[in-house]
């Protein structure tokens, strides 16, 4: 019980130096770039979408029952191309018995296969697991579509019996979930991932396996005051761009109904394990984050945000609900446009 206390102890002094060195953020007030996803196409209702091209066309997985996917042509229309499983794996039931979805995927391409991440937990606690399964081929109506199940990747379970919201393992506090999978320019393989406890994790993974490499140092790169009304932090992504790291994250909750705020921020590093900076200089570890979306017209809850890049182009991927429509989750696909400064910006015109 004595060390129950001195953890909550720490977090909470963690909590109040981190907020009384908080700085304001400035509020996103320029004309966006619009949606370029048809919002009368099958993705909705969609939640936490990840884009990827094969051949085949474009692919969009979302958060689902059994993890749902979308295909197109041209990045406007979509249609409902199938699902990834038909019954929850049977290593994630052995783990969390009252698993009941398959969420936030992540895509990418990676020696010769597809990598499909993917998490599930029981709700309002910690308590989850990320796995893997690969495909030879994204497209349904190919002779090489079939996906195969590598199973658990990452576990974090309550570290006390009777308080389900602080969980890790023996080497860390986190939340396995919201992975992202990355290289960078020396082809080492990480893994972004993490929420409101414990932050947002990058560890290193095995080449082959695509597992945590035995002793991997789980490193903070983002984190929020947990004592403010709305601490979340989630959703986690990175891109290498000349010479910086930048790392895309969600703030707030996402389902609140009219008080929703989830909002997607960025800050960037010159290496991958940071410390990574928003535009005001203020650390992410310290609740930083230059808002890159917070809203548009009449779609709110604009987060969870994958990024897509073909032909020179980047697109900031992202859901976002319609009030009128009790919440109804819409797909958006964004020009992401760079200032001369370097930091990324969905607004229409220069700020």
């Known amino acids: 019980m004595q060390k129950i206390y001195r953890d909550l102890k720490a977090l909470l002094l963690l909590s109040i130096s981190m907020l009384l060195m908080s700085c304001a953020q400035p509020r996103i007030n320029c004309p966006l770039n619009p949606n370029i996803a048809d919002p009368a196409s099958t993705t909705a209702p969609i939640h936490d979408p990840s884009l990827i091209k094969a051949p085949g066309g474009y692919f969009v997985y979302s958060s689902s029952h059994l993890g749902s996917f979308y295909q197109s042509d041209n990045l406007e229309q979509w249609r409902l191309a199938g699902q990834v499983f038909e019954a929850l794996p049977d290593w994630l039931v052995a783990q969390i018995p009252q698993a009941d979805h398959i969420g936030a995927p992540d895509l990418a391409f990676y020696q010769g296969r597809y990598l499909y991440f993917y998490q599930s937990h029981i709700s309002n606690t910690c308590n989850a697991a990320t796995g893997l399964a690969s495909n030879k081929s994204l497209d349904p109506a190919s002779?090489?579509?079939?996906?195969?199940?590598?199973?658990?990747?990452?576990?974090?379970?309550?570290?006390?019996?009777?308080?389900?919201?602080?969980?890790?393992?023996?080497?860390?506090?986190?939340?396995?979930?919201?992975?992202?999978?990355?290289?960078?320019?020396?082809?080492t393989p990480w893994l972004v991932f993490g929420s409101t406890i414990g932050g947002i994790k990058l560890i290193e993974l095995d080449p082959v396996t695509l597992k945590p490499q035995p002793q991997s140092k789980f490193t903070t790169l983002a984190q929020r005051f947990l004592l403010q009304d709305d601490p979340i932090i989630e959703a986690p992504h990175l891109l290498y761009r000349d010479g910086y790291y930048y790392l895309f994250v969600s703030f707030n909750h996402c389902c609140l109904g009219a008080d929703t705020q989830y909002q997607v921020r960025v800050g960037r590093s010159r290496n991958i394990d940071g410390p990574y900076f928003d535009a005001q200089h203020w650390p992410l570890y310290l609740g930083g984050g230059t808002p890159l979306i917070t809203g548009d017209g009449d779609y709110m809850g604009t987060g969870h945000s994958d990024l897509f890049s073909e032909n020179g182009q980047d697109w900031l991927v992202h859901h976002a609900k319609r009030p009128d429509e009790d919440y109804r989750a819409y797909l958006h696909i964004r020009q992401l446009r760079w200032l001369t400064d370097g930091w990324p910006t969905l607004c229409a015109e220069a700020i």
């Open 143 to 187: 002779p090489d579509y079939q996906w195969v199940d590598h199973g658990l990747v990452l576990r974090s379970t309550p570290h006390y019996s009777d308080i389900d919201i602080y969980c890790g393992n023996e080497n860390a506090t986190f939340n396995a979930i919201d992975a992202h999978f990355f290289v960078d320019p020396e082809q």
